[in-house]
């Protein structure tokens, strides 16, 4: 891995502390939740916030957001699933989301966004025809400091470079994606 590079998937991180799988973007969450002190109208900003720092509402977040809302599952889920502009899984194969945040515009997000285009004739928020790669942008994904961000397939990445974007890109459009791991 090039030495201006950071990655964190699951539990690696400081900044994690306040979510058990140590991913920064619960942060971003948690702080909306907080702006709203915890009440229960603010779900459609609160799930709008999730979509936005992780691409689609999984289950995971789900019950993250109705945990901390006190509001049943079921609850969120219908909310989900009713208004169009939420989606409950990724429509491609992989996912690429690129943080488009102000510290991450200055590092060059935009070109990062524009080279991606390009390569995949992809526009953001839109899957390639063949289904393998979505694009999605983001406004900030909380972890400023390792700007330019992207997330890959879960993989939150920093400090990237649009050509070194680009083949992580390419690699990870032949590499079979990670199945989630059963926790005992
Ligand atoms: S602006 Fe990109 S992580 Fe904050």
Redesign the pocket.
Same mark, same amino acid.
């Given at each position: 891995m090039p030495p201006n590079t950071a990655t964190t998937r699951g539990g690696v991180g400081a900044e994690s502390k306040d979510h058990p799988s140590g991913d920064p973007r619960f942060k971003l969450i948690d702080r909306t939740l907080k702006r709203f002190q915890y009440q229960q109208d603010a779900l459609i900003e609160v799930l709008h916030t999730a979509q936005e720092a992780f691409g689609f509402l999984e289950e995971d977040l789900l019950i993250y957001v109705a945990h901390q809302l006190k509001l049943p599952l079921s609850w969120v889920f219908g909310v989900a699933t009713f208004y169009h502009f939420f989606s409950l899984k990724p429509q491609g194969e992989h996912t690429c989301i690129v943080?488009? @945040?102000?510290?991450?515009?200055v590092k060059r997000?935009a070109e990062i966004v524009a080279l991606l285009q390009n390569e995949f004739g992809v526009a953001p928020g839109q899957t390639t025809p063949d289904g393998k790669l979505s694009l999605a942008t983001?406004? =900030? &994904? @909380?972890? =400023?400091g &390792?700007?330019?961000?992207l997330v890959l397939d879960g993989d939150v990445v920093g400090r990237e470079t649009p050509e070194a974007t680009l083949a992580r890109v390419h690699t990870m459009l032949t590499t079979k994606k990670p199945q989630p791991v059963a926790v005992e």
């Open positions: 943080c488009m @945040g102000t510290a991450c515009y997000a983001a406004r =900030c &994904l @909380g972890s =400023c &390792l700007a330019p961000v």
